[in-house]
């Protein structure tokens, strides 16, 4: 049997863009000098440094020098919170959200073993962060708020200008995971107003360990990398010339047909969804209205979500149970807890997450692979 393969685990990670590949190859093969060397076989990877960080930050309307090159949204993260913690001598609180990305919360963990008091916001059934909690949360000793931009299992879109209003009224710093949004929704650094915004191209097509940190002209940060002056010494270590070069390729051209592909994607996830609901399955959809439009988390009632990934894996279908990059572990989302997902619906969770590769072919297919699946465990139940 050949299958047609159909991937829609996008949020987990995302095709190479085929220009992207093709810009990162000549970096690798014809001009791989190291960037910093004062020979001139070092100028043109030095400029196409240069050239992706102009780039990027026309992306997000930030200036060229607030951009920072990073391997990804693990050491944004890290960076932004570790930093801030040690340059206040590991004093005062940090606010996060419940639901945050791993390298968020533990962090968090780490720097609270060390007298850091870490303060979480509660979210709704919706996966959304109240304001009003971080105004009554905020006090004097916080140093940094850090709020996701947009969920990387249920796809919930934070408030975040509001948030980053209330962070300032109060003189406080504010960094957001931006992960899951960058690439794929407008952004834009000025009009929000955050301090810090952690980035990772593989999200948006670019290449697998590379990534951004925007940090405002107005904030000193401090390095988390030690050694060479790369970065204007705040990421010290050569740079990944191919992985930088092609991730201003990938995020140009996501941004320029943005429009267009959010449209599109959101009518698979649509899809989806209507045909789920014509065959009748009892499921609940997760996640707000202001949402990303390619994250669509479902929990089905009394069936295993790690049951339904690996039949949808059987079909030739790609999809994640909770976070895909804690996939490996069979404990209930920190997410879907945090939202309270009725009890016997969440051990039923699937996220699917839709690319511009995905066609509303897919969507019909993954709904057909999921009524198949979930008819015949029926079966089975009732023999
Ligand atoms: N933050 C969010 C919201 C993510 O979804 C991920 C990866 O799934 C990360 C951070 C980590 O990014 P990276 O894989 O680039 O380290």
Redesign the pocket.
Known sequence: MILKKIYADN??TTRLDEDAFEAMKKYMIDEYANPSANYSFSRIPSKAIEDSRGIIASCINADKNEIYFT?????G?NWAIKSIAHSKHLKGNIIVSKIE?H??LKSCKWLEEQGISIIYLSVNEKGEVDPKELEEKINSDTILVSI?YA??EVGTIQPIKQLVHIAHKHGVLFHT?A??AVGHIPIDVKDIGVDFL?A?A??FNGYKGT?FTYVSSSIEIDSLLSGGAQEKGKRAGTENVAGIVAMGVALKKNCETMACHMSKIQHISDKLITMLDMYKLDFIRNGSAYSLPGIVSLSFKNIEGELLMHRLDFKGIYVSTG???NSKETVASHVLEAMNVPSEYINGTIRLSFGKENTLYDAEEVAKAIYEIIQMKQVMKSK
């Open positions: 949020a987990a391997s990804g949204g693990t050491e993260n990305h390298a968020i996701m969920n990387n995971d992960v899951q952690t990772s593989h999200k990534g976070a895909s990059c």
